[in-house]
């Protein structure tokens, strides 16, 4: 296959074909050209692209998701060569994320995970069903700038306030910040607990951006 143009790499990620962009990643890395560059204008403009189109109502979620995969099919084949080469894109801040413990849903916090590493954070996605105690011990280990923590039950709504706690009482660094959301959190919910909160993935984005500016 020969060198992909940017049009192409946008394509398939706004077409959630992960199984071509997974091939059009590879073709680039063989290539041996701009891959940061091409990332930017071809994978990251797509998922992008997908964002906004969700926002405008163009798109709905299965097709959020799909994009989301596609991007994730491509930057699986592009990191590890761009962390051989001592390449990478800038990092606007380090993020660990996770489903609290008890809660196994994680195609929600996937999409978000996804959404801020095509935005240019550093992301150390822990999953579903994560104790507070990893939230933490990974935090510490990775010196991130946000820990963010998705409840999709009221049930487990609580683990998201134990978590605050825990940041705090771990002696991180005061920037650090705890950033929250699950279908059942609000605003209100945020701010007892003392977190920011994002109500969607590109919300999500848009609030990380604006903790790592304070």
Known sequence: MSRPDDAELMQAVLGGDAARSRALAEALVADGGDLVGAVERG?????????????????????????????????????????AHGGSRASKGRVVIGTVKGDVHD???TLVATLLQANGFEVHDLGAD????????????????????????????????????????AGLDASVRVLVGGSPTTSAWARDIGAAHAENAMRAVDVAESLVRR
Not at 46 to 56: H, K, N, P, S, V
Not at 157 to 162: G, I, T, V
């Open 107 to 109: 195609i929600g916090k």
């Open 130 to 169: 994560v104790p507070v105690e990893t939230f933490v011990s990974r935090a510490r280990e990775v010196a991130a700038d946000i820990v963010a923590a998705s409840a999709l039950l009221t049930t487990t709504m609580p683990a998201q306030r134990e978590l605050v706690g825990a940041v705090r009482a």
């Open 43 to 83: 994978f990251v403009a797509g998922i992008r692209r997908a964002g906004e189109l969700f926002e405008e109502g163009e798109f709905f979620l299965p097709e959020l998701v799909q994009a989301a995969e596609a991007m994730k099919a491509a930057m699986a084949v592009v990191t590890p060569v761009l962390r």
